[in-house]
């Protein structure tokens, strides 16, 4: 089974197609982050993305709404 990508694009609504999370989502890691229970690492384990994608929405260098 291959994974449609158009479809992907869509559902996350952005203009990548291989986008990890929508606007929303991005803002529910930060706000995980913030409450300081949660280490970049413990974010990245439980969302099962790499530590880096953690820190660049974390410093609004990703999915920044415009």
Do not use: C, P, W
Not at 23 to 35: F, G, M
Not at 36 to 63: C, E, P, W
């Amino acid at each position: 089974m291959s994974i449609n990508i158009y479809k992907r694009k869509d559902m996350r609504g952005g203009g990548y197609a291989k986008r990890k999370f929508t606007y929303e989502e991005a803002q529910k890691v930060r706000a995980d982050y913030k409450t300081g229970k949660y280490t970049q690492h413990d974010l990245a384990s439980m969302y099962k993305v790499s530590q880096s994608i953690i820190n660049k929405i974390l410093r609004f260098k990703t999915y920044v709404k415009i």
